[in-house]
């Protein structure tokens, strides 16, 4: 028996040893999808990959695959917003949590997750009554809230995410700067290069978060007025939403 322990042992050590140092796929994938914000990521990329050929009209109307796809995006909508449930309870924490040096600093972290809470907290009770436990007349009033509520989050967010991105260019120059002398002078500087390599990481991080709330903004913005107006067609609209969702996804699934 021990002997047989003894081969099992070396056997999962030759195994273990012989797997690649990087994440295994299918355990990344159970942790994402572990996760509230992983699940919701990839139905809003079923919900606009669906609007975008509902949009385009690539299928005609009398076809039945129309119809069904119809049924399904408005089904995958409604999903999403059970996933929300005390959703706002994230923002409440990191207004609480963040460490804020200016008054503006304070305002704009004020903006951006207040309005992101409020639009979680109000997206509750519009789940509730499209789910009918709330009468549906107060739906249309609860949704012109959410979407103000919404904007309103990612102009503050956009605001200090350009905020740390200027920062963050500011500390890659002086890094720069320096890694520069030290090649000049024949030093190696392996540390600095590897601070300079988070820090491009964590800029591309911050550059693709405005994207993705400039494209979330921008169909907040549709909602307010009604899908009236400039930037507000159908195709346009799926089409930021799915970049949305893909960028979210990305995000997502590095952290994990």
Not at 52 to 59: F, G, K, Q, T, Y
Not at 155 to 182: F, P, Q, T, W
Not at 201 to 225: C, F, N, T, Y
Request: include cysteine.
């Amino acid at each position: 028996m021990d002997a047989k322990a003894s081969t099992v042992g070396s056997s999962q050590t030759a195994t273990a040893q012989s797997e690649p140092k990087g994440k295994d796929f299918l355990n990344h994938l159970e942790v994402y999808l572990a996760k509230r914000d992983g699940v919701d990521k990839l139905l809003k990329i079923s919900r606009y990959a669906t609007k975008i050929i509902l949009a385009s009209s690539v299928l005609p109307e009398t076809v039945p695959l129309t119809r069904q796809l119809k049924s399904f995006e408005s089904s995958v909508g409604l999903s999403r917003k059970a996933f929300r449930l005390g959703k706002f309870v994230q923002d409440v924490n990191a207004l609480r949590n963040s460490h804020l040096d200016s008054k503006e600093e304070i305002l704009l972290s004020v903006i951006a997750y207040g309005g992101e809470g409020l639009y979680y907290f109000v997206e509750q009770f519009i789940w509730l009554a499209k789910s009918g436990l709330i009468d549906a007349k107060h739906s249309r009033n609860l949704q012109k809230i959410s979407a103000w509520a919404e904007l309103i989050g990612y102009i503050g967010s956009i605001s200090l995410k350009l905020r740390d991105l200027k920062r963050i260019k500011e500390d890659e120059a002086c890094l720069n700067s320096s890694i520069e002398i030290a090649i000049s002078r024949g030093v190696g500087r392996t540390e600095e290069e590897e601070r300079r390599k988070k820090l491009r990481e964590k800029k591309l991080m911050k550059q693709l978060s405005v994207v993705q709330d400039i494209a979330d903004g921008l169909m907040a913005l549709a909602d307010i007025r009604d899908g009236k107006g400039r930037f507000t067609d159908p195709l346009l609209l799926s089409c930021a939403g799915l970049l949305s969702a893909l960028i979210s996804t990305y995000k997502n699934w590095v952290s994990c």
